[in-house]
């Protein structure tokens, strides 16, 4: 009995001392990844500002084919919305939203997991590289005080989504690539219809 009540305290003490240090860990955590696409700024700013298109290339969307989907806002620019909704541990549900742009720079959207305590922001910084653009996708997301979300945060929300934000760049540079080397389609203007006109005959006086 004695034994089971010190293993008791210490497990009750390891777990203050975790709790403890976890608050001095950083409240906020950042990191980025970053792709070079043969593609003009302006066409991959297009391209990511909105979700219609966002499944296309997601690390995410092939985890749970039967994830439903739901879209709301504008189709483009601040407030796109889009929510899902999985019975899939993996995938779970929540939503994204645009909230703010700079044309052809920046796209910043606020990531909603469904209830977690979290603040988080996704940021797509597009700048000139060369002929093409250097995308940096990023999140920063506010930890608050909670131990166990800076723990988190620390340990594994960078292993974990860093690997994903890789995967999905990788599927995104080609799509891009491919819009970009497809010629603009050209229209030939068709000459006006001219409609025959009847003239009315006058005898010479």
């Known amino acids: 009995m004695k034994i089971l ?6 497990l009750a003490v390891l777990i203050a001392l975790l709790a403890v240090a976890g608050l001095l860990l950083p409240a906020q955590t950042h990191f980025e990844r970053s792709v070079s696409i043969k593609a003009n700024p302006s066409l991959v700013y297009g391209y ?6 966002f499944n296309q290339w997601s690390p995410w969307a092939a985890l749970d084919p039967n994830t439903s989907y739901s ?51 996704s940021t797509w910084a597009i700048s000139p590289d060369g002929e093409g653009s250097r995308l940096t996708w990023s999140m920063t997301s506010e930890l608050g005080m909670n131990p ?16 994903d ?27 006006p219809a001219v409609e025959p006109v009847a003239v009315e005959s006058v005898p010479a006086s």
Not at 106 to 112: G, T
Request: aromatic content about 8%.
């Open 5 to 10: 009540k010190n293993l008791v305290l210490g």
């Open 148 to 163: 166990m979300n800076r723990w988190f945060g620390y340990l594994l929300l960078e292993r974990f989504v860093g690997a």
């Open 71 to 121: 879209y709301s806002g504008p189709e483009s620019g601040v407030g796109a919305r889009q929510a899902w909704v999985s019975a899939d541990a993996n995938v779970g549900s929540g939503s994204q939203e645009i909230i703010a742009v700079t044309p052809n720079e920046q796209i910043q959207v606020k990531l909603d997991f469904g209830g977690t305590s979290t603040e988080n922001i």
């Open 48 to 53: 990511l500002n909105g979700f219609k298109q």
């Open 165 to 191: 934000y890789e995967r999905g760049l990788a599927s995104l540079k080609p799509q891009l690539e491919a819009l970009a080397s497809t010629p603009a389609p050209t229209t030939t203007a068709e000459p």
